[in-house]
């Protein structure tokens, strides 16, 4: 039985404390949050479950094996290394931290102490994401082309944050999870209009073999959009989270290219077939992600979506921003 | 009654050919194209109208007062030059040359013949962008933050020319009527994947005032799309071209920020209302453009989507074929 | 403070308790359920909540003053009289009985012991409904000609009732509170395939002044439809309830016939302006409707869903599943 | 090479004209129409194409070896009977004819003068309802419980016959065409709000083996709307023809019942599995008929879509005529 403290009760939380504590391996033993309202909650919803004001009594705890970091990303450096510090494994939100030197130190602390870091990429236990792992490892799509995703809706404005580091973490870290690439470098472009942190912004990853990912992330879009189209030499694939059912529907389309003698001579071939979506689990991904968190430390496993995971997306924001700020400069990795 | 020779009869031509004999101004004395099997297409659709082998025999004749060029875009410099030097006015296929050089060379001439040249922007007199247009004159959307358009599809391939060419100047000419600004700097990226042209690419065009435009084309999408999303300081508009009812959605919505002291008091209002598909004109955009081009001919005035419009849209092709070719770096119009 | 007990916490108990027990003006004394995991589940979910296995001792309590019964139909009429013996108030699932001879007797026992009696069409109390009777009532859509519904998806399936007992009563209770007529005449067609209760069924109501609803219900479709067609005479209305936004729009299309002389000579006029999505209240329909059954019993107000209400939809049930026996034979109201 | 007349050149003649003039085996000798603008227009488009004002002159010329008569259906009648008693073969529009009456006598005089009747049910040679046809041959849905077709739009109103006789033919032939049942009888509801025909109908036609097929025609809605929705006992199918591509989607649900001892004792086992959309042929339906109707005539071969198959469609007619008029009576077959 892992005991878990949890760090924050504001938006997401809440989903984080409920799902520790109804699985089989784990329990919520403390919740801190410095809000008086948000302790409020916590005592109506999980009456059995300590609560505190300050954080420092979780973290010494000895009664406690494992803190979860629910917090906003300027405080997950502080809040994890205290944490190992004190000889806890961390399940921290993403984006990881602040910056990459932080995330550094961060992973060589746990590995020092040999604990372990699960940075919370949700999306990657989702049925969607799952499926479209599955059908690049087996080859469906043949080698990939392209990926881009749109991810834009009406707010909400972060005050510390930029749109690149609110939404762009779950593509990147989805594409840093189904692309077996090591990214090269980030261009990227945006603008602010409110509030002095870009709105809206489009980030471009070059990978080897010609691998090209795009994502374009606004918070000032009057609809809200999640959709995102992976090419493949085979065939081609859309994911659309916000249907129901038929999330993913993937296409028998391709283009096929013949040469023979000179640019004139090119024979392109068009390849059009059935369309087919199959069935996608429906599971609560953030459930998942934490059974296989307690898993890996009864079995001291090293999760996929581990520190090392984190960092890799922070330097991908990193970039990303640096980027942004000099309207689309190459910002090699 | 202007007379038009028409040089090409491939895609677009027999829509240029059909709309120029159907206009009460305007007729078609004869039609050139090179190849046998077009050629029979124009006896057997107009059997009226004279056909041509060599477009010399256009150029030279007496007969005709204007010259619609419908040819690929490497001939376009060429043949509307020789039009021009016979007198003739200049009805183009976008984009208007291959690079901006020629286009100021064709200006000028035109000018020094008082001729005119219109290059065939055919989206800018659909019922959509006239709508849109009207909507942003009127100040219903009110200050524009940004222009996000997304135009995939499967193919088709072209030979000589990337799908920043192929697909972009439809947006570009759009943009270049919308926005009242001048453009100051394109970042665009993209990948070729097939036959040496980018077939994916990402192109951002920065404007004052904050205004930033985003175009996505793409060669190998799975399936077709067709969206724009105009973003403004009081409503915000979606555009789908493909939609055969409520092509243009206006939403009610939109983000406030109240500034209060210091960087963690802005105070974000988020406003969320009705949503309202205004009705959009249904006419075929073509024969309305060339009525107009008639009607400019006819009176002697310059068409707005005049060679310099064509030139404009070219200088924006031309600086996201150079940024692409260096991977998003700034390049300044 | 009105006391409540809750007899039924199967799959729509827990929304009547949690409601209930989080509304100022009410509170939940005591559930009552036969199985012990629904009764572990109440324990868990509201630890402060008595927890009862007969419903005799909920109906008995002097402390309770009015019953919630979420149970299925079959059981409402004598839950529900017990209840009304008792002197408590009553709140009943829809629909409110198996019969109409029961529903009358109710009305009567419920007048007697001046109790009230309120019958969950919980549709009625959506942003949806509410939206479309103030269209109504504001004679936006003019005249109504027509309401057609289609309510399909798979199972699921009833043992004790068919699909329109199933599905129908809330199309009929939304058609009972929109269309201010009395109903004339039912005709009903459907077939049974698998268990021996109709699976797939449509309802025609006919009403005064030419006035037609038509409603679509289906447990064995593939795919889930809540669509609903209003057609009025000076306007039109579609409503979608499984879009997130854009629930309802409403289209300015019409025909208007002028009648010259002779039958060859009657003019149709066709209508199509713009269409508008009115933004749409988005609350929990059951908090709204409890709160005001609540509401009604602290000020001795009869509600418009009463037994009276419920009555007129299980005599329009009553005569459907007449008329489907007898395959579309018109049966009176 | 046979030889066509073709009687009326409004909306859907210039297709015949069009179609049976570009065929292979076939050729347009003369077109007939009273509008002197649809004369006009013919010349126009077929200059070579000889041009009647009456009817007569097609009938009797010995040149002409079939006719296609397009024209309202109050006239197939006699036209049908005057070619035929020419030794003419006929292409008539559907509905075949006003009455039964009216097709058991041209069936009879057909088959006397040894002579092919066609009656142009177009969508049996549309892509989609030939993918539907070789799903159900194969048993890909198994057995069929239910066909459930959505045809409305505004207008057109037409003068002389009501909503069912105007978009049910397009229904009821693709039912008689699939469904391998004799169908028994017939409900119809509906309602006349504008010029005294039904605007809003809803018709039921009961088969043999529990299956039933329901339509609902309607000239009143503020949206178009083309769905079907087949359930079958293995699989179950959406077909919505106003989708570009994927106008098939078959989805692998389904109910399956395992009966034990006494009615709550049913086990209802849901299936869901993937959904698959195959590639529909795209090709003009009428083109691929006529070249059908041309491969019969010339090879001596009964059409499935001849006489016989009109005179189905018209008795189904009939039956909902009937029904509809006494509001949903069941009619007999």
């Given at each position: 039985?892992?005991?878990?403290?949890?760090?924050?009760?504001?938006?997401?939380?809440?989903?984080?404390?409920?799902?520790?504590?109804?699985?089989?391996?784990?329990?919520?033993?403390?919740?801190?949050?410095?809000?008086?309202?948000?302790?409020?909650?916590?005592?109506?919803?999980?009456?059995h479950i300590k609560v505190v004001t300050d954080s420092t009594d979780l973290l010494s705890s000895t009664e406690i094996d494992a803190i979860a970091v629910v917090t906003p990303v300027w405080t997950h450096y502080?809040?994890?290394?205290?944490?190992?510090?004190?000889?806890?494994?961390?399940?921290?939100?993403?984006?990881?931290?602040?910056?990459?030197?932080?995330?550094?130190?961060?992973?060589?602390?746990?590995?020092?102490?040999?604990?372990?870091?699960?940075?919370?990429?949700?999306?990657?236990?989702?049925?969607?994401?799952?499926?479209?792992?599955?059908?690049?490892?087996?080859?469906?799509?043949?080698?990939?082309?392209?990926?881009?995703?749109?991810?834009?809706?009406?707010?909400?404005?972060?005050?510390?944050?930029?749109?690149?580091?609110?939404?762009?973490?779950?593509?990147?870290?989805?594409?840093?999870?189904?692309?077996?690439?090591?990214?090269?470098?980030?261009?990227?472009?945006?603008?602010?209009?409110?509030?002095?942190?870009?709105?809206?912004?489009?980030?471009?990853?070059?990978?080897?073999?010609?691998?090209?990912?795009?994502?374009?992330?606004?918070?000032?879009?009057?609809?809200?959009?999640?959709?995102?189209?992976?090419?493949?030499?085979?065939?081609?694939?859309?994911?659309?989270?916000?249907?129901?059912?038929?999330?993913?529907?993937?296409?028998?389309?391709?283009?096929?290219?013949?040469?023979?003698?000179?640019?004139?001579?090119?024979?392109?071939?068009?390849?059009?077939?059935?369309?087919?979506?199959?069935?996608?689990?429906?599971?609560?991904?953030?459930?998942?992600?934490?059974?296989?968190?307690?898993?890996?430390?009864?079995?001291?496993?090293?999760?996929?979506?581990?520190?090392?995971?984190?960092?890799r997306v922070v330097k991908l924001l990193e970039a990303a921003n640096a980027s942004v700020k000099k309207r689309g400069?190459?910002?090699?990795?």
């Amino acid at each position: 039985m892992v005991k878990f403290g949890v760090i924050g009760y504001g938006y997401w939380g809440p989903n984080v404390v409920r799902n520790l504590d109804h699985l089989e391996g784990s329990q919520v033993v403390a919740v801190c949050d410095k809000s008086p309202t948000s302790r409020k909650r916590i005592q109506k919803a999980h009456p059995h479950i300590k609560v505190v004001t300050d954080s420092t009594d979780l973290l010494s705890s000895t009664e406690i094996d494992a803190i979860a970091v629910v917090t906003p990303v300027w405080t997950h450096y502080e809040l994890t290394k205290a944490a190992l510090e004190q000889g806890k494994h961390v399940f921290v939100e993403k984006p990881f931290t602040s910056d990459s030197n932080q995330a550094e130190e961060l992973i060589n602390l746990a590995a020092k102490k040999n604990l372990k870091i699960m940075v919370d990429h949700t999306f990657l236990f989702t049925g969607a994401v799952k499926k479209i792992g599955q059908l690049l490892e087996e080859g469906t799509l043949g080698k990939v082309y392209y990926y881009d995703s749109t991810r834009v809706n009406l707010g909400l404005f972060q005050h510390d944050v930029n749109v690149i580091w609110d939404l762009a973490p779950h593509d990147l870290s989805i594409i840093d999870h189904l692309i077996k690439e090591t990214p090269e470098a980030v261009s990227a472009t945006g603008q602010t209009h409110l509030n002095g942190h870009e709105d809206v912004a489009f980030i471009t990853v070059y990978f080897p073999n010609k691998i090209i990912a795009h994502i374009n992330v606004n918070w000032l879009s009057p609809v809200k959009v999640r959709t995102t189209l992976i090419g493949g030499e085979k065939k081609m694939l859309v994911w659309n989270d916000l249907e129901a059912d038929e999330k993913i529907k993937i296409y028998d389309k391709g283009v096929h290219i013949t040469s023979r003698e000179g640019l004139y001579n090119l024979l392109v071939n068009y390849r059009s077939g059935d369309m087919w979506a199959p069935q996608v689990e429906q599971v609560e991904a953030l459930r998942q992600e934490l059974a296989y968190f307690v898993d890996c430390l009864s079995h001291d496993q090293t999760p996929f979506n581990d520190g090392a995971a984190g960092l890799r997306v922070v330097k991908l924001l990193e970039a990303a921003n640096a980027s942004v700020k000099k309207r689309g400069a190459l910002v090699y990795l």
